[in-house]
């Protein structure tokens, strides 16, 4: 699979916050040959994310093509197996198809603590603590040494494989395939996707959930949770809460038509 991805619009700018630090993928053409599914927001979810993956083999076994599957992003945080999620997600995928997983601002943010816990205390608080629950660390047991994040290091380095922060430093960050635009949150509204930070990919709201894309693309992303799946002129939006809701979606795109599998 690795022959078929190529980077786009890929360069280095602010090193506080790379504009374009992530890779960005363009496999243009790729949907004439293979079953594109997009999923939205994990959180932790493993049994949902079962079902989901269950459903798309299925899926690919009717329409009998190769399928393509795009995470969305936040693999972590809120729910319960934040840990058995990466390491599902490392494995080998299915005979029935080939997985793109890209960032989410949740994942990032997971990656910068591992980095840096002192500097990004802060994930903590946005269902952090659920995370390395799900590795067995508990995080009380260092509360009250926020100076000190030596134990703390420790437990991480010694419970979180390798494996895993491999994985959340090679997520790509933006995928074009044809008349579609997957990203994680949305996109700066008319801005070419060469210009596009990565923040803005996995963190924008407003003014992309009003706007749209104002450009030729359909964006299809997560990061935003609403009840039901939203269709837009120029957005698809899947993040339905899995971690809230047990419901995690997926869609199917097969001929310029986007739908809920």
């Known amino acids: 699979m690795k022959s078929l991805f190529h980077a786009f619009g890929f360069r280095k700018s602010n090193p506080a916050y790379p504009r374009q630090k992530r890779a960005r993928l363009n496999l243009d053409g790729i949907e004439k040959g293979y079953s594109l599914y997009a999923v939205g927001d994990i959180h932790g979810c493993l049994r949902e994310l079962y079902a989901v993956e269950a459903k798309i083999r299925e ?19 809120r729910g319960p197996q934040s840990a058995a999620v990466l390491d599902h997600l490392c494995q080998a995928p299915p005979n029935e198809f080939r997985r793109v997983p890209l960032c989410g601002n949740h994942d990032d943010m997971f990656l910068r603590f591992l980095r840096n816990p002192q500097r990004h205390l802060d994930w903590l608080e946005m269902g952090g603590e659920a995370t390395l629950k799900s590795y067995s660390i508990d995080v009380d047991r260092f509360r009250g040494r926020r100076g000190d994040m030596s134990g703390l290091r420790a437990a991480m380095d010694e419970r979180i494989p390798a494996q895993h922060r491999i994985f959340l430093e090679n997520l790509y960050i933006a995928l074009k395939i044809g008349d579609f635009l997957f990203v994680h949150a949305g996109i700066r509204p008319g801005l070419p996707i060469e210009q596009q930070t990565d923040e803005d990919l996995m963190w924008i709201r407003e003014p992309f959930l009003t706007e749209g894309s104002k450009s030729p693309l359909t964006v299809v992303h997560g990061h935003t949770m609403t009840v039901e ?3 837009a002129d120029t957005r698809v939006g899947i993040d339905t809460g899995a971690y809230m809701t047990g419901r995690l979606t997926a869609v199917r795109i097969f001929d310029n038509v986007c739908e809920v599998l």
């Not at 009717?62 to 599957?69: D, P």
């Open 229 to 231: 799946p939203q269709f």
């Open 59 to 77: 899926d690919v076994r009717l329409q009998q093509r190769l399928g393509i599957v795009v995470y969305l992003g936040d693999y972590v945080d």
